[in-house]
């Protein structure tokens, strides 16, 4: 089963300070992604990483930046963070074993952040 | 059904009722994947159905995939209250400069039981 992990799970933040969400997976997946959920809507790709040093931008990158520093933790930081930056945000990893369009995702628990 | 923007739709049975929850997508794909969430938890795949196979079954689950009309399904046959939780579909919409993007429908959300 995979493992993956965030911290902190919940975060208070004031607007206009930094936030650093942690991810950490144990299953030697090459694909990390971060993503937002916001109440009713599914799950949008901020930033994406197929390996140590990686970073792409996902769908939603506008005032998210992501470090890749190491196989198994991927950060999302928020540099300034503003009030509509609230959501619930899900780390993910993946392998594509079965070739593209494959990759199954294993997700962590989640991180939810409040900017006030 | 689901998909995009759309926002997350809503089911409400009984216990014993089989169910049916669509997706259906906008640009080609070869594999449709499905996600179930449990409240306060991160998504974990339950299902994945390739374009070759146009149904895959996994105990009381069946998903239905159709390439021509770009939809997808998945059925919970006998549902129990265990099944109670959101289920998105995901495909990979293979577009030049992405790799192993997965992009996710608003979801549906099943409740079972009072």
């Not at chain 2, 994945?48 to 196979?53: D, H, K, V």
Request: aromatic letters at 8%; proline letters at 3%.
């Amino acid at each position: 089963e995979a493992a993956v992990t965030q911290s902190p799970r919940n975060k208070v933040a004031v607007t206009g300070g930094k936030v650093t969400l942690s991810c950490n997976q144990t299953n030697n997946h090459n694909n990390m992604y971060w993503y937002r959920q916001d109440t009713g809507h599914g799950l949008r790709l901020i930033h994406y990483s197929y390996g140590a040093g990686s970073t792409e931008k996902g769908d939603i990158p506008d005032g998210y930046k992501a470090s890749r520093p190491s196989q198994e933790n991927f950060s999302l930081i928020l540099e300034l963070a503003t009030p509509s930056q609230t959501s619930v945000y899900f780390c993910a990893s993946g392998d594509a074993l079965g070739g593209r369009g494959q990759d199954t995702q294993y997700f962590g628990p989640g991180t939810r952040l409040l900017v006030l | 059904s689901q998909w995009g923007e759309e926002n997350l739709q809503a089911l409400s049975i009984q216990e014993g009722e089989d169910v049916t929850m669509n997706c259906s997508y906008k640009t080609y794909t070869t594999v449709v994947h499905w996600y179930r969430q449990d409240s306060g938890r991160g998504p974990a795949l339950i299902i994945l159905i390739r374009s070759n196979e146009r149904e895959k079954r996994s105990g009381r689950l069946r998903a239905t995939l159709d390439t021509s009309s770009q939809s997808s399904s998945l059925s919970i046959t006998a549902a129990q209250c265990e099944d109670t939780a959101v289920y998105f579909c995901a495909t990979d919409p293979l577009l030049s400069g992405s790799f192993n993007k997965l992009t996710f429908g608003a979801g549906t959300r099943l409740a079972v039981c009072p």
